[in-house]
Protein backbone atom coordinates (compact mmCIF):
# COMPACT_ATOMS: atom_id res chain seq x y z
CA UNK A 1 0.00 0.00 0.00
CA UNK A 2 1.03 3.58 -0.90
CA UNK A 3 1.76 5.91 2.13
CA UNK A 4 -0.79 8.44 2.89
CA UNK A 5 1.88 11.32 2.78
CA UNK A 6 2.49 10.01 -1.10
CA UNK A 7 -0.98 10.28 -1.91
CA UNK A 8 -2.27 13.77 -0.60
CA UNK A 9 -0.23 15.70 -3.04
CA UNK A 10 -2.52 13.88 -5.44
CA UNK A 11 -5.88 13.07 -4.32
CA UNK A 12 -7.67 16.25 -6.03
CA UNK A 13 -6.54 15.02 -9.66
CA UNK A 14 -7.18 10.84 -8.47
CA UNK A 15 -10.71 12.51 -7.32
CA UNK A 16 -10.93 14.68 -10.65
CA UNK A 17 -9.87 11.60 -13.29
CA UNK A 18 -12.30 9.53 -11.27
CA UNK A 19 -15.17 11.45 -11.94
CA UNK A 20 -13.86 12.14 -15.31
CA UNK A 21 -13.97 8.94 -16.35
CA UNK A 22 -16.83 7.60 -14.16
CA UNK A 23 -19.51 10.49 -14.09
CA UNK A 24 -21.82 11.07 -11.27
CA UNK A 25 -20.58 9.26 -8.24
CA UNK A 26 -20.69 9.19 -4.07
CA UNK A 27 -18.18 8.97 -1.95
CA UNK A 28 -18.15 5.55 -1.20
CA UNK A 29 -18.25 4.40 -5.06
CA UNK A 30 -15.02 6.70 -5.53
CA UNK A 31 -13.17 4.62 -2.92
CA UNK A 32 -13.94 1.48 -4.36
CA UNK A 33 -12.67 2.69 -7.47
CA UNK A 34 -9.79 4.32 -6.76
CA UNK A 35 -9.09 0.75 -5.13
CA UNK A 36 -10.14 -1.43 -7.62
CA UNK A 37 -8.02 1.01 -10.26
CA UNK A 38 -5.01 0.81 -8.27
CA UNK A 39 -5.07 -2.81 -7.08
CA UNK A 40 -5.32 -1.89 -3.30
CA UNK A 41 -2.31 -0.03 -3.81
CA UNK A 42 -4.09 3.79 -2.79
CA UNK A 43 -7.03 3.30 0.20
CA UNK A 44 -8.22 6.41 0.33
CA UNK A 45 -9.66 6.99 3.72
CA UNK A 46 -13.16 9.46 4.03
CA UNK A 47 -10.81 11.50 6.52
CA UNK A 48 -8.84 12.59 3.55
CA UNK A 49 -11.63 12.40 0.77
CA UNK A 50 -14.18 14.28 2.00
CA UNK A 51 -12.36 17.38 2.65
CA UNK A 52 -11.42 17.18 -0.76
CA UNK A 53 -14.67 16.29 -2.25
CA UNK A 54 -15.79 19.87 -0.27
CA UNK A 55 -13.07 22.17 -1.22
CA UNK A 56 -13.49 20.94 -4.78
CA UNK A 57 -17.03 21.94 -4.54
CA UNK A 58 -16.47 24.88 -3.08
CA UNK A 59 -13.90 26.06 -6.23
CA UNK A 60 -16.46 25.44 -8.16
CA UNK A 61 -15.21 22.53 -9.72
CA UNK A 62 -17.42 19.67 -8.23
CA UNK A 63 -21.68 19.99 -7.93
CA UNK A 64 -23.91 17.45 -5.56
CA UNK A 65 -27.27 16.02 -5.66
CA UNK A 66 -28.87 14.92 -2.41
CA UNK A 67 -31.01 11.07 -3.11
CA UNK A 68 -32.51 9.02 -0.91
CA UNK A 69 -31.50 5.43 -0.79
CA UNK A 70 -32.71 2.62 1.30
CA UNK A 71 -33.88 5.40 3.21
CA UNK A 72 -30.44 7.57 3.75
CA UNK A 73 -29.28 10.06 1.82
CA UNK A 74 -26.53 10.06 -0.86
CA UNK A 75 -24.87 12.81 -2.02
CA UNK A 76 -22.95 12.42 -5.56
CA UNK A 77 -20.91 14.25 -7.07
CA UNK A 78 -19.88 15.61 -10.95
CA UNK A 79 -17.92 17.81 -12.56
CA UNK A 80 -19.06 20.99 -13.42
CA UNK A 81 -17.94 22.70 -16.59
CA UNK A 82 -15.29 24.03 -14.69
CA UNK A 83 -13.83 20.81 -13.98
CA UNK A 84 -13.46 19.82 -17.06
CA UNK A 85 -11.03 21.87 -17.75
CA UNK A 86 -9.66 21.71 -14.51
CA UNK A 87 -8.92 18.11 -14.57
CA UNK A 88 -7.62 18.58 -18.08
CA UNK A 89 -4.92 20.55 -16.51
CA UNK A 90 -4.38 18.71 -13.41
CA UNK A 91 -3.47 15.33 -15.39
CA UNK A 92 -1.14 17.30 -17.71
CA UNK A 93 0.58 18.47 -13.98
CA UNK A 94 0.47 15.33 -12.61
CA UNK A 95 2.18 13.55 -16.07
CA UNK A 96 4.77 15.63 -16.05
CA UNK A 97 5.60 15.38 -11.79
CA UNK A 98 5.63 11.98 -12.84
CA UNK A 99 8.61 12.06 -15.72
CA UNK A 100 10.42 14.44 -13.11
CA UNK A 101 10.29 11.33 -10.33
CA UNK A 102 11.44 8.91 -13.42
CA UNK A 103 14.30 11.09 -14.15
CA UNK A 104 15.30 10.94 -10.31
CA UNK A 105 14.60 7.10 -9.83
CA UNK A 106 15.43 5.74 -12.93
CA UNK A 107 18.56 8.45 -14.25
CA UNK A 108 19.60 8.00 -17.80
CA UNK A 109 23.83 7.20 -18.43
CA UNK A 110 25.44 9.54 -20.39
CA UNK A 111 23.24 12.54 -19.53
CA UNK A 112 24.83 15.37 -17.76
CA UNK A 113 23.99 16.00 -13.96
CA UNK A 114 25.98 19.17 -13.19
Known amino acids: MISTDLIKGSLKTIVLKVLKENGRMYGYEIT ?60 REMKEFIDSLQSIVNPQPGLSHA
Open 32 to 91: RKVEELTQGKIRLTYGALYPVLHKLESEGVLVTESENFNNRIRIYYSLTEKGHSVVTEKI
